[in-house]
């Protein structure tokens, strides 16, 4: 059997951390048996979905770097086939019309909530000649679901889940106005694109037993399901925007990398002994489904910064460049970055990676340790620079200005070698020179090797920007 996956989110808003999970999950486990993952837009809610929605949708897939096979199917063209398939139901007595009228059902709602029972239609229409309804009298087609006997799902996460069919309802199939219900359309589309494997979140395993009776009624096997446990946050609590409930895009905007986060997310609820970081072509070999536990995975910022870090300081100087200008169009101030990164600034940026990717776990950090390279003259400098920057200092600045001024060629052992000369003459660590040269030629007082700093500016730039501090410019 050629293993068949998909995802199928609803278009109503972004592409959420936990449907990014669940896209990875069902990626993963068609990719590892040479199988397929298709996308299906769930869109049979037309108020809420939306052609932003199914964008981002789309783009965070891309972005994170999930595949799918084939084009994306969008349930709500597939109406049509949707109504066949109640009709089929209807035909072969596993089906029937129902003539309830709304103040009808909120009476039957009532009573059976009344008397502690969860089935609240009490089946007054099953067995209902249509010819004794009103001419023309609005109906519903319900599934007519076993009243006797269970329903019963072998998970492969959750184990075997068994309903008691005396609990659950006859299920609306098609609506009044002939629209399928959700609980037809997934049922009618997961057998026509051949899925065998249904993973998605445990949110969704009531929908199960709903579903396999409408595989028995049209007589369709059903596929395997899976149902991987939510998303929590740190304390436990349902995942809110707090702990990480964001859409994928956020996180790209974060500064997290594809890979990191592919990462992070494969190990949310996932184990494979005590290994942490994956390559993709790991995760493909080793994901399975026996594997995922059955409680909720915690979502820790803390961890997935740590994991992101280790990706930067791992990743070729030129993928991180380029990592920079695919995120520099979806941050605030990255139009005005990018305007800034000309050929001369990206090369002494590319230059500067090394020593830059150490201190960064985002590309934030990333863009932010690197602004002295393209900063406005004059520099802006922080609290800690300003303070740095006493008098004394500056003082100080001007005397080295005038010992580097005499540096040729302007290397890094050159300029190093002048301001050691001009701290052992002055009697001075070297340090207490470095500092100030730093605040100076940054506006801070951490950043890489400051002689490096040096030959990256250059000597123009960095004696001007030394004369911004002490006033000789």
């Known amino acids: 059997m050629s293993v068949v996956t998909r995802f199928a989110p609803s278009p109503t808003g972004f592409l959420h951390i936990g449907g990014a999970r669940t896209a990875l999950f069902n990626w993963l486990y068609a990719r590892g048996r040479g199988g397929k993952m298709l996308l299906r837009i769930e869109d049979t809610d037309r108020q809420r979905s939306t052609q932003a929605a199914i964008d ?39 089906a029937y019309r129902c003539y309830c009228t709304q103040d009808e059902l909120a009476a039957m709602r009532e009573k059976a909530r009344a008397e502690g029972r969860t089935r609240l239609y009490d089946g007054r229409c099953r067995e209902r000649d249509p010819s004794t309804a009103a001419p023309g009298a ?8 076993p009243l006797t006997g269970e329903t019963v799902i072998d998970d492969q996460v959750q184990g075997r889940v068994v309903w008691q069919n005396e609990n659950l309802d006859d299920l609306v199939l098609l609506r009044s106005d002939g629209t399928p219900t959700y609980m037809l359309a997934v049922v009618v589309d997961d057998h026509d694109m051949a899925v065998t494997h249904v993973i998605r979140g445990d949110d969704h395993l009531t929908n199960a037993a709903r579903q396999k009776q409408i595989y028995d009624a ?29 859409g994928v895009d956020a996180y790209r905007a974060m500064g997290y990398l594809p890979a990191a986060l592919r990462n992070y997310l494969v190990r949310l609820g996932w184990s494979h002994g005590d290994q942490e970081i994956f390559s993709t072509g790991e995760m493909i ?82 863009i932010d340790g690197a602004k ?82 040096m030959v990256l500016l250059g000597k123009d730039e960095s004696l001007r920007r030394i004369a911004d501090q002490t006033g000789l410019a």
Do not use: C
């Open 218 to 246: 049209l007589g369709w096997p059903a596929p395997v399901m899976a149902h991987i446990p939510l998303i929590h946050g740190p304390d436990g609590s349902k995942l809110s925007k707090r702990h990480g409930a964001l």
């Open 372 to 453: 002295f390279l393209f900063a406005d003259r004059p520099l802006m400098l922080d609290q800690k620079a300003t303070a740095l920057l006493t008098p004394d200092a500056r003082t100080l600045l001007q005397d080295i200005s005038s010992q580097l001024a005499a540096v040729e060629p302007w290397t890094a052992d050159g300029t190093e070698r002048a301001v050691r000369n001009f701290a052992e003459h002055k009697g001075l660590k070297l340090g207490a020179a470095a500092q100030p040269l730093r605040a100076a030629l940054t506006g801070r007082i951490t950043s890489p090797g400051i002689f490096e700093v």
């Open 285 to 366: 070999a080793a994901f399975d489904l026996p594997q995922i536990g059955r409680s909720p995975a915690r979502f820790d910022f803390a961890k997935l910064e740590n994991l992101n870090g280790h990706y930067i300081r791992n990743s070729p100087d030129s993928e991180l460049l380029a990592a920079i200008d695919q995120l520099l169009p979806h941050i605030a101030d990255g139009p005005a970055i990018a305007a800034k990164l000309t050929p001369h600034v990206r090369a002494g940026l590319l230059a500067a990676m090394p020593s830059l990717k150490e201190r960064a776990k985002t590309l934030l950090e990333l």
């Open 138 to 145: 609005p109906s519903v087609i319900r599934l007519k679901a």
């Open 56 to 94: 981002a949708i789309l783009d965070g897939l891309s972005w994170l770097g999930i595949a799918w096979d084939g084009e994306a199917v969008y349930q709500f063209s597939r109406a049509a086939r949707h109504r066949e398939a109640a009709e089929r139901m209807l035909a072969s007595g596993n």
